[in-house]
């Protein structure tokens, strides 16, 4: 949310938002995701979200890999450096994509204190095979 409607100029996906609601807030983004997933997730491996958005379940068969390690974009520098000692590498440290908002944990407290259960309880019907 805070990178493609806040910090950017997110023409189109503003755009997407304001055709159901009369502003850009994140309760509104949230309950265009739901709005979105019940037209274009009725199945999860068929998923047609926008990319950003889509559930990482729905972009392939997670559970057919038989992973070792399974990393998170929260914690992935350290989760890197804890694969490249599985693998005998060393990755070089990538370019941060800053948000003006602070830490994504930051940001999800931020905003989900802000919604009321039911939008919380139906974002999590979206995306409840993620966690």
């Known amino acids: 949310y805070q990178n493609k409607m ?20 994140f309760e509104n983004f949230a309950k265009f995701i739901i709005l979105e997933s ?32 399974i990393g998170r974009l929260e914690t ?5 450096y804890y694969i490249g000692l599985i693998a005998g590498v060393e990755f070089k440290q990538k370019a941060k994509n800053p948000s003006s908002g602070g830490s ?16 919380v309880l139906q974002l999590y019907e979206v995306y409840k095979l993620d966690f």
């Not at 047609?48 to 392939?60: M, V």
């Not at 994504?104 to 939008?119: G, P």
Request: net charge positive; hydrophobic share 30%.
């Open 6 to 25: 806040i910090d950017i100029n997110g023409q189109r996906y503003k755009k997407q938002v304001l055709k159901y609601f009369p502003g850009i807030s």
């Open 104 to 119: 994504t944990s930051d940001l999800a407290r931020k905003y989900f204190r802000k919604l009321d259960r039911k939008v």
């Open 38 to 69: 019940k037209k274009m997730c009725r199945k999860i491996p068929t998923c047609k979200l926008d990319r950003h958005w889509l559930p990482f379940n729905s972009r392939c068969s997670y559970c057919t890999v038989p992973y070792t390690v």
């Open 76 to 80: 992935m520098e350290e989760d890197l």
